[in-house]
């Protein structure tokens, strides 16, 4: 698909401007007295042209909009894809910069794609470190987005957990408890003992840091950090090789989780199974090198080298994050 420009907004109210009657013509009514003579008032050749123009212009945009849409693989998405997309035309037409919440990866994914087909706009996503799996996305005309905004803040939460550990749920929902909405949160680093460090929309981190006073039953301090002192590892992973006849999804994922091929089929009937955060609904659905499948409640594994054997089969390396 070729580039799709979002100017078409701006020119539209241009003309708009341009072509709009005076006010006492807008307000004829038929029949009503136009230089003495009683006829129905019509609009001149030039302006009904113009007119013409701009209602064909107006179902381009809408066209164009819904054909970036169809393409949207995971259907549960295209809600939020919409909303970005119309965030990404008035900050284009605006020439200005505007920023979405926290967005989950299958969200981010197909917006990023869709995002790319558009010529004037420039999109930047940030989670707070090179692995952030939840993003924020800015976008903007390239004029108007020449660096990356400093839109996530960091902050630590400490406490005695070395008896009372928590887990990342204890402190997700001790956050949304001070009355904070899921998507103003980034994604929360769990440091054991130490506690927990997370990411959020900077106009919220000083409420937390006031609000946040328990994680479960322990008592915490939270405190605000420069986002190099966030603390992350990269993932801890194992590789294993498979031979397989395909590369369907229920056979490799099967492998990789060692499930029964039949289970794997199951869960993929139950909408739990996502390849690269997208849910699947076949059970044949080709993978290939760098695509991530998880499996609710199993974790996730990732698809390494791919080699053909001699007898027509596929020595797959499986890798599984820990």
């Known amino acids: 698909m070729a580039a799709i420009s979002l100017a078409a907004p701006w020119i539209l109210r241009r003309?708009?401007?341009?072509?709009?009657?005076?006010?006492?013509?807008?307000?004829?009514?038929?029949?009503?007295?136009?230089?003495?003579?009683?006829?129905?008032?019509?609009?001149?050749?030039?302006?009904?042209?113009?007119?013409?123009g701009i209602r064909h212009l107006i179902q381009a945009v809408k066209g164009n909009f819904d054909d970036l849409l169809k393409g949207v693989g995971d259907k549960n998405a295209i809600e939020e894809v919409k909303h970005i997309l119309e965030m990404a035309r008035?900050?284009?037409?605006?020439?200005?910069?505007?920023?979405?919440?926290?967005?989950?990866?299958?969200?981010?994914?197909?917006?990023?794609?869709?995002?790319?087909?558009?010529?004037?706009v420039k999109a930047v996503a940030q989670g707070g470190y090179p692995q952030a799996e939840r993003c924020r996305l800015s976008v903007g005309h390239p004029e108007a987005l020449t660096s990356d905004p400093d839109i996530v803040a960091a902050l630590s939460i400490t406490g005695n957990f070395g008896f009372q550990p928590c887990s990342h749920g204890d402190f997700l929902g001790s956050i949304l408890g001070t009355g904070i909405a899921r998507e103003k949160i980034g994604d929360i680093i769990l440091q054991g003992e130490k506690g927990a460090q997370f990411l959020v929309v900077p106009e919220l981190a000083d409420y937390l840091i006031t609000s946040l006073e328990k994680v479960g039953n322990v008592s915490v301090s939270c405190t605000r950090i420069p986002l190099l002192a966030l603390e992350y590892e990269p993932p801890r992973t194992k590789s294993f090789k498979t031979i397989e006849a395909s590369l369907r999804v229920d056979a490799l994922a099967s492998a990789g989780f060692k499930l029964?091929?039949?289970?794997?089929?199951?869960?993929?009937?139950?909408?739990?199974?996502?390849?690269?955060?997208?849910?699947?609904?076949?059970?044949?659905?080709?993978?290939?090198?760098?695509?991530?499948?998880?499996?609710?409640?199993?974790?996730?594994?990732?698809?390494?080298?791919?080699?053909?054997?001699?007898?027509?089969?596929?020595?797959?390396?499986?890798?599984?994050?820990?």
């Not at 013509?25 to 019509?42: E, K, V």
């Open 90 to 120: 008035r900050a284009s037409s605006r020439r200005e910069v505007l920023h979405s919440d926290f967005l989950t990866p299958p969200v981010l994914k197909e917006s990023m794609m869709a995002l790319e087909k558009l010529a004037d």
């Open 15 to 52: 003309a708009v401007r341009t072509f709009s009657l005076p006010q006492p013509l807008l307000h004829l009514n038929p029949g009503s007295c136009f230089h003495g003579t009683h006829r129905p008032f019509t609009f001149p050749t030039s302006l009904r042209h113009t007119a013409s």
């Open 260 to 322: 029964s091929r039949s289970k794997l089929v199951n869960l993929i009937s139950n909408g739990d199974v996502r390849v690269n955060w997208t849910t699947v609904t076949k059970n044949g659905t080709t993978l290939r090198t760098g695509d991530i499948v998880s499996v609710s409640g199993k974790g996730r594994i990732k698809i390494g080298e791919i080699n053909s054997t001699r007898k027509g089969k596929f020595a797959v390396e499986l890798i599984q994050y820990l």
